[in-house]
């Protein structure tokens, strides 16, 4: 289960450092890609109904992941968070990221290899998420019974 809550952090606190950085563009992008391929999950985001997610509704559901993975993965959550303030700071995700990259690196080289595009020997937000589509097109390709 843990497998599919990390991606959905990174996930959530890209789209959220997004939108400062570029004012909202690239996040406008992220939802209208949401809201076309995953109705069901932008509507989770959109509270208050009203067809679009705005950055309180954003920084809610991150709240409500936060939360849910620190009560229902309290080791792993532990993990993440660094300075053990019970938050998760866009720092910590991005260490855990490349914590998870190195393991990943050391056990799967030929799966790093795949996943790190440029060759610069560390996974960016761009390639983790490039990754993670890639795993679920080939999940949902495999259906519900497929291999490793
Ligand atoms: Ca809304
Ligand atoms: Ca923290």
């Known amino acids: 289960m843990h497998r599919t809550l990390i991606p959905l952090i990174f996930a959530v606190t890209g789209t959220l450092s997004a939108a400062s950085d570029d004012r909202g563009a690239r996040c406008d992008a992220a939802l209208a890609k949401l809201k076309a391929n995953h109705p069901e999950q932008f509507e989770k985001l959109d509270t208050d109904h009203d067809g679009a997610v705005n950055a309180d509704e954003l920084h809610a559901a991150l709240e409500r992941r936060e939360a849910s993975f620190k009560q229902h993965h309290p080791d792993l959550f532990a993990a993440v968070d660094g300075d053990g303030d019970g938050n998760l700071s866009k720092d910590e995700v991005v260490a855990a990221r490349q914590a998870r990259a190195e393991r990943m690196k050391t056990e799967h080289p030929k799966a790093f290899d795949r996943v790190d595009r440029n060759d610069d020997g560390k996974v960016g937000a761009g390639e983790a998420a490039r990754a993670r ?14 291999g490793d």
């Not at 589509?133 to 497929?146: E, L, N, S, V, Y």
Request: charged letters at 30%; zero cysteines; glycine letters at 14%.
């Open 133 to 146: 589509r890639h795993r679920q097109t080939h999940a949902q390709a495999r259906g519900p019974k497929g």
